[in-house]
C-alpha cells in the first residue's frame, strides 16, 4: 500500500528510458495512521513464533491487546510480545507511584515538544520549502534545527507514550537513550529509535548474517582479509539490506533510500578505520579516553547526524543535493549581521528560550548518562519540592510552549511514517 | 481506619492541594500576562476586533462576529448613518467557532448587544481537539491565549489592573480599495447537496446560541458576497443548522444580483473579499435586515451616543479622501 506508487513510477520511468510503450497504473492507498509500526509489531510475533522463541498464543484477545494498546500505536515503541502482552494481559491497578512518575514524564515529554520541537517548525518549513532563497549558512542552521526538532518532537512523543503506559502499569521499551552523547554513528543507532534498530538486528542483520552462504563467506573472508576485516566483508553484505530497508520503512523515495545508504556507509567506514585510528591514535599519544577527544568525537558525529536528517527531510534528492552544494559553495555570515536571522519564523527570544530549554535537557541528559535516576530522586524529597518541581514544568510549557495565537499546530512527526 | 484508607486519604488530600496551588498560581500568571489595555502596545491582538473594548459601556446594538467575510461586508459608520442603529465589527482573520465564543465574552463584559450577527464562514473551519482544549482552557485562564506575552512583559503587566482605552472610528471594519476582478464560478448554481457541518462547529454553535439566549441578544447566521469560499452546498448546509439552532440566515450570495455586486469591480482579490464598493452594498443588505427586525432602537438623536456622529464623519472624510 505504502510503496505501491513509488515502484509503479519508477518501474514506469525505467520503462519510458528502455523506450518500451507500456504504462504501469500508479494505484494510491488510503494508508492507515501507524501502519509501519505495528506492522513491525505484528511480524516480530510472527517470526518469534516461527524460531520458536515464543509459543503462538491461542487468545485472539490477547494478541489484539498487544497489537492495539493505543499509546504506541501512532509511534511505537515498536513491542515485542514477550515484553509487553502479559504486562496489558494482567492489567495491573493503577498506583499512585506509577500515576505520578507517568504524569511526570509526560509533561516532560511535552515540554520537549510544545517549547523546542513546534518552535523550530516555521524556520524550518521556511528554509526546506524554499531553500533557494537562502545561503549555504542559514541552511546549515535549518539542517541543525531539524535534526534538534525531530529528537524533541520523537523523543518527547515517546515520553508521552511510556509515561501513558507508566500510568497504566506497563513497562514498555525505551526508544531514546541521549543520542547526541554518541561518540560513533554505530553508537547513535544503539540510543537513538532503539526499537527499530533492535528490529531490524534481530529480524534481518542476525538472520542474513547466519545463512549458509554468508557462513561460507564470511569464513573464506576471513582467511583472505584476516579476523577485523573478514568478517566485515560479509557483514557488510547484511548491513547493506538493513539500511535498505531501514530507508525504505521511513518512506517511499529516493532520499529516504539514500539517507539508509548513507548511514551504511558511515557505518561500515567507521568499522574500516577503526584499528587504523586506534593505533593512529597511540602513536601520536593522543588518549582516547579524554574528554575534549570524546567531545570532538561527539561534535564529529552530530554533524554527520545533521547531514543526514537534511537528506531525510528534504522533498526530494535533488533538493537534499542542491541544500548540500548551498552549504559547501555559498557559505556566508550575512544573515547574523543584518539581522534577517530573526525574520525566518523565530525572533531572538525564540532562540533564547530555545536554548535554554536544550541546556535543561543536556543537564537532565547528564545527570542520567551517571546513572541518577531524577524522578526517583525527586519521589524521595519533601512535598514542597515535590509540588515545586511540577509547577515549575507545567508553568514553563503553559508560558514558553509554542501554541495558539501566531503558532502553527504541528502533528507528531512520526506519525507520517 | 486502616492505615490503607489513611493514605488513600491523604493522598487525595495533596492532589486537591496541588491542583489548587496550580489554579492560584495559573490565576496569578493570568493577571500578569493579560493586555492591560486593548492597544497593540499594550499586547492586545486583533486591535480592531477588540476596540470595542474601548466602546462606552451599553452602547452596541449589534455585534457582528466572524472571520475576515464579516468585517469587510458590514460598514458599522453607514448602517449609523442610515438608521442609527449601533453595530461593531468584531470578526477576525481566519476566525474559528472558539475564538468567536471568546470574543463574545469578552464584548458583553461591557456590552449587551441585543443582536449577535455571525458571518457563516467559521463554521466550516475545522477546530482541532487541542485547540478545543486550549479554548476551553483559556476562557478560565486567560494565560492560555497570551502566553506569548512573555516576550514583552512591562513592569505595569505585574501591577495594574486592565483599563480599555482605544476606540476604533470605523468600528472594527477595514476597508480595500484595490480591484482585482473575480472570474465566473458556479459557485451559487442551485443544488440540494448540504455540506455537513463539522461536529467540532456544531458543539460550539450550540455553546455560541446558549451563550446569547443566556444574556438575551438574538442570534442570526449571515454569508457575505463570495465567490470562492461558498457555495450552495454550503448555503444549504448552514441553512438546515440555522433551522435546527432557530435562528435566521440571510445569505447575501442568493440577492447578489439584487443587491448590485458586480464581480468585475467590487472585490479586492477576484472574489474573495470585497473592496470598499462592495462592503457598501453588502452593508445595505445587512442593513435592511437590521430594519426589519424591529427590536433595533434609532439612537441618532441621543446625546449618548454623540460620538458615533464624530465617528461617522471620520470615516466619510476618509472616503471622500480616498476617493471610493
Known amino acids: ?417 | 481506619m486502616t492505615d490503607r484508607k489513611r493514605i488513600y486519604i491523604r493522598r487525595c488530600f495533596y492532589a486537591v492541594l496541588f491542583f489548587l496551588g496550580l489554579a492560584v498560581l495559573l490565576t496569578v500568571v493570568s493577571f500578569i500576562f493579560s493586555p492591560k489595555d486593548n492597544t497593540e502596545e499594550a499586547g492586545m491582538e486583533e486591535v480592531f476586533a477588540n476596540g470595542i473594548l474601548g466602546e462606552p459601556e451599553d452602547t452596541i446594538d449589534v455585534l457582528v462576529a466572524g472571520d475576515s467575510y464579516s468585517y469587510t461586508s458590514t460598514i458599522p459608520p453607514q448602517i449609523w448613518k442610515e438608521t442609527g442603529i449601533t453595530c461593531y465589527a468584531s470578526g477576525t482573520n481566519d476566525q474559528s467557532l472558539d475564538y468567536t465564543l471568546v470574543m463574545l465574552k469578552r464584548a458583553f463584559r461591557k456590552q449587551n448587544p441585543k443582536l449577535v450577527l455571525l458571518e457563516a464562514s467559521p463554521i466550516y473551519r475545522e477546530i482541532t481537539p487541542f485547540g478545543r482544549l486550549t479554548a476551553a482552557l483559556s476562557s478560565v485562564f486567560p494565560i492560555f491565549h497570551y502566553h506569548d506575552r512573555w516576550k514583552s512583559l512591562r513592569g505595569e503587566d505585574f501591577t495594574r489592573r486592565p483599563e480599555y482605552t482605544l476606540t476604533k472610528d470605523y468600528k472594527g471594519y477595514k476597508y480595500f480599495t484595490k480591484i482585482v476582478p473575480a472570474p465566473d464560478t458556479d459557485n451559487m448554481v442551485k443544488t440540494d447537496e448540504a455540506e455537513p457541518i463539522p461536529e467540532s462547529s456544531r458543539y460550539y454553535m450550540k455553546k455560541i446560541l446558549k451563550f446569547c439566549q443566556d444574556h438575551g441578544a438574538v442570534l442570526a447566521l449571515m454569508s457575505a458576497p463570495n465567490r470562492t469560499y461558498w457555495n450552495y452546498s454550503r448555503h444549504n448546509g448552514i441553512s438546515a443548522l440555522a433551522e435546527e439552532l432557530g435562528c435566521d440566515y440571510i445569505d447575501a450570495n442568493l440577492a447578489a444580483e439584487e443587491i448590485g455586486i458586480d464581480w468585475e469591480h467590487d472585490t479586492c482579490d477576484g472574489g474573495d473579499h470585497l473592496n470598499h464598493a462592495g462592503s457598501v452594498k453588502a452593508t445595505q443588505f445587512v442593513t435592511g435586515y437590521l430594519t426589519s427586525l424591529g427590536i433595533l432602537e434609532d439612537h441618532r438623536e441621543d446625546p449618548k451616543y454623540s460620538h458615533w456622529d464624530k465617528a461617522l464623519k471620520k470615516y466619510e472624510k476618509q472616503v471622500r479622501k480616498e476617493d471610493i
Not at chain 1, 101 to 126: C, P, Q, S
Not at chain 1, 230 to 258: D, E, K, M, R
Not at chain 1, 288 to 301: E, V
Not at chain 1, 333 to 361: C, E, K, N, P
Open chain 1, 1 to 417: 500500500m505504502k510503496y505501491t506508487p513509488f515502484f509503479s513510477d519508477n518501474l514506469n520511468a525505467l520503462l519510458r528510458m528502455l523506450h518500451i510503450p507500456v504504462v504501469l497504473k500508479r494505484p494510491v492507498f488510503a494508508i492507515p495512521i501507524g501502519i509501519s509500526f505495528y506492522t513491525m509489531q505484528a511480524a516480530s510475533y510472527v517470526l518469534d513464533v516461527y524460531r520458536g522463541k515464543i509459543r503462538a498464543d491461542r487468545s485472539l484477545l490477547r494478541i489484539a491487546l498487544f497489537m492495539s494498546f493505543f499509546p504506541q500505536i501512532m509511534e511505537g515503541p515498536i513491542c515485542r510480545y514477550s515484553d509487553t502482552a502479559a504486562q496489558l494481559w494482567e492489567a495491573p491497578r493503577i498506583r499512585f507511584e506509577n500515576l505520578t512518575a507517568g504524569v511526570e514524564r509526560i509533561l516532560w515529554g511535552l515540554m520537549k515538544k510544545t517549547v523546542v520541537a513546534d518552535r523550530l517548525n516555521l524556520l524550518i518549513e521556511n528554509v526546506f520549502s524554499g531553500y533557494e532563497a537562502y545561503d549555504g549558512f542559514v541552511i546549515a542552521l535549518a539542517a541543525v534545527c531539524y535534526t534538534v526538532q525531530l529528537y524533541m518532537d520523537f523523543s518527547g512523543t515517546m515520553d508521552v507514550v511510556i509515561g501513558t503506559g507508566q500510568i497504566f502499569g506497563i513497562t514498555m521499551p525505551e526508544n531514546f537513550k541521549r543520542p547526541f552523547f554518541s561518540k560513533t554513528i554505530s553508537e547513535f543507532w544503539t540510543r537513538w529509535h532503539i526499537t527499530l534498530g533492535t528490529w531490524f538486528k534481530d529480524y534481518l542483520f542476525y538472520p542474513l548474517s547466519v545463512t549458509k552462504p554468508m557462513k561460507k563467506l564470511t569464513s573464506r573472508a576471513r582467511k583472505r582479509f584476516g579476523n577485523h576485516y573478514g568478517p566485515l566483508f560479509s557483514g557488510a553484505i547484511a548491513l547493506l539490506c538493513v539500511w535498505l530497508c531501514n530507508g525504505l520503512w521511513h518512506g517511499a523515495g529516493w532520499h529516504y533510500i539514500v539517507f539508509g545508504l548513507y548511514h551504511f556507509a558511515l557505518i561500515l567506514t567507521g568499522s574500516l578505520i577503526a584499528p587504523l585510528s586506534i593505533s593512529l591514535a597511540e602513536k601520536l599519544h593522543i588518549r582516547r579516553d579524554h574528554f575534549l577527544y570524546r567531545t570532538l568525537q561527539g561534535i564529529r558525529t552530530f554533524v554527520l547526524v545533521c547531514i543526514g536528517e537534511l537528506i531525510f527531510r528534504a522533498l526530494s534528492l535533488g533538493q537534499a543535493l542542491g541544500m548540500l552544494k548551498k552549504i559547501g559553495t555559498q557559505f556566508t555570515t550575512a544573515v547574523l549581521r543584518d539581522g534577517s536571522l530573526f525574520t525566518m519564523g523565530m525572533d531572538r527570544q525564540d532562540y533564547i528560550i530555545v536554548f535554554v530549554t536544550l541546556v535543561i535537557v543536556l543537564i537532565v541528559g547528564i545527570v542520567q548518562e551517571r546513572g541518577v535516576r531524577i524522578r526517583e530522586y525527586l519521589a524521595g524529597r519533601n512535598l514542597a519540592v515535590r509540588f515545586a518541581a511540577g509547577y515549575a514544568l507545567i508553568l514553563f510549557i503553559v508560558i514558553f510552549g509554542a501554541y495558539g495565537l501566531g503558532y502553527l499546530p504541528v502533528n507528531p512527526i512520526y506519525a507520517g511514517f
